[in-house]
């Protein structure tokens, strides 16, 4: 018996869509840790090494920072086994996608305000975007896609799914058997 054991016992195994969001959660996790990777190899091109103070990280670091802290919030549901499971599951996904949808808006009105200028910025080089999302990667499009079908059945589930905590189940076994 390890020190960890009372205080995983009142932790509720994860079933397949609690595997499903902390699959999700370590991918936004990796992306995260990849894009901060980049942003510190470039401070150190220019000469600042991991002060980053100097040489701050893109918009999409924040953004994708802050996706991570709301499937954390998500992945926190996953393991509860009280009433707010479901509701920390939902807030997190729906916020998560909710700052992608933010991310797509203002990358709408980036490629919008240019594009009754001569420069064609959709197609240019020097603007990196995947899915008219700026300076995002199909990996945050496979992300936010998976967010989106994680959101979808954790709304089923809290509408169709009764949960049943195993203290109550051991109280009825207990007391009208």
Partial sequence: M?????????HEEPGWFGRLIVCIYVATALNVGFVLGQTIQEAAEWGCGLALCYYQPSISFY??????????????????????RSLFVVGGLSGALG???????????VFIGHCFSYTDLLNAEVVP???????????DVSIALS???????????????????????RFEMKHFS
């Avoid at 953004?63 to 707010?84: N, Q």
């Avoid at 089923?156 to 799914?161: A, G």
């Fill in 2 to 10: 390890t020190f960890l054991d009372p205080y995983l016992e009142r």
């Fill in 63 to 84: 953004l994708r920072l802050m996706v991570f802290a709301a499937l954390f919030v998500a992945a926190l549901g996953v393991f509860r086994r009280t009433f707010p």
């Fill in 99 to 109: 700052l992608y949808a933010l991310w797509w808006l203002g990358s709408y009105d």
């Fill in 129 to 139: 975007h995947s899915a008219y999302l700026y300076q995002g990667t199909w990996f």
């Fill in 147 to 169: 967010i989106f079908a994680g959101l979808v059945l954790a709304i089923d589930r809290f509408f169709t799914h009764k949960p049943t905590s195993s203290l109550n189940s």
